[in-house]
């Protein structure tokens, strides 16, 4: 009869000891995403700077070739997205591009295979920041679709674990959605920036 009722109990027993471990694991998953949401907002800002800069630069305004054109995207960069990283046009456009080489290497270390990026992509942006590739408007677009692939997958890849998070028991008491809502269209309402994040390089 004792073994009877202790099998009768088992069932009951090993659910509650699952229902607690899945709390559990869901309160450990929501620790690490709310730690990491901060980075990933801050790939978010990039990424809507990613998205102005790459209409400037395809929207036809820009025209020349060669140090004209470097002159004209400088001057572009400093009055429509505020961009001054040096007084002189062309300095302004390099150092632009530089930047936006050195942030590759960031994304990287900062997330990993997260991103997406190949070894070719990670070499081009190094040769740009190495001056070994002359600054076209091809090269400046390649360049911001690298950064742009980058953030985007490291949005999407933290969405995806986000959203399993939400669904374990115990994400009801979370205070805020850990998800973050954005729309990838290249023509779509940007993501909104909590109070106190600044859009910025």
Known sequence: ?????QRKDLPSQTNK???ESMVKLGE?????????RKDVMGAVA???????????????????????Y??????????????????DPVANTQAFAATMGNQVGQIIKQFGSGTGLSDADRE??????????TLTEEAIKKLLAINK???????KNYNKRADQAMKKPGAESLPYDLRIEYDFGPDKP???????LKAGW
């Open 46 to 68: 990039a990424m809507n700077n990613i998205k102005e800069a790459e209409k400037l630069i395809s929207s036809g305004v820009i025209t020349g070739t060669g140090a004209e």
């Open 190 to 196: 940007e993501a909104k920036l909590p109070a106190g």
């Open 124 to 133: 081009y942006a190094e040769k740009i920041v190495g001056g070994k590739i």
């Open 1 to 5: 009869i004792r073994t009877a009722g």
């Open 17 to 19: 000891v699952g229902q």
């Open 149 to 155: 692939k980058a953030f985007t997958n490291v949005i």
């Open 28 to 36: 450990e998953m929501s620790k690490d995403l709310v730690a990491e």
């Open 70 to 87: 470097l002159v004209n995207v400088g001057n572009f960069l400093s009055s429509r997205m505020g961009i001054n990283y040096a007084k």
